[in-house]
């Protein structure tokens, strides 16, 4: 039996409506790490130096800044919080220009940075087994999200 053209009119529809979620889906996780990768990928002439965290709050840590180079030091810095961040620890990090805050450099850093595409990736699989019908596709999608999800936390 035939498929009326109506049926697959809605089911490229379908498929297209999917896709433009997906679209969304992984521009927005690259947006969203780009905030603070783009500090790490484009570290050439920034500040780069390590920081001690001295005291943590609900949202960010804060510590004192040693630079490696040319740079002042700094008493008092701040970096986001993360489960990785504790009183006393140490770590490479590279200064946002025109402010305080610093970004965490190194394998670690990178792959925090990039945490946001991770969780769109895994979020985009599902769209793409389910809405658009393409098991391998969201299967590989999916990986590489949890890959990237993983190695950050084995990371850090």
């Known amino acids: ?88 620890d140490r770590f490479p990090v590279v200064v946002k220009p025109g402010s305080g805050d610093v970004v965490r450099t190194g394998t670690p850093g990178f792959l925090h940075a990039w945490v946001p595409l991770g969780g769109a990736l895994v979020l985009a699989a599902l769209v793409i087994g389910g809405g658009m019908r393409m098991t391998r596709t969201a299967w590989g999608t999916g990986v590489a999200g949890a890959v990237l999800l993983t190695a950050t936390f084995v990371a850090l």
């Open 1 to 88: 039996m035939k498929r009326s053209s109506s049926r697959r009119l809605v089911a490229h529809g379908r498929t297209f409506a999917a896709g433009c979620v997906v679209v969304l889906l992984l521009v927005a996780g690259v947006w969203s790490s780009w905030e603070t990768a783009h500090h790490i990928v484009l570290a050439k002439g920034r500040e780069h130096g390590s920081m001690v965290v001295t005291s943590c709050g609900e949202d960010t840590c804060t510590g004192s800044f040693s630079p490696d180079a040319d740079a002042a030091d700094r008493s008092s810095v701040t970096v986001e919080r993360s489960v990785a961040a504790r009183k006393g």
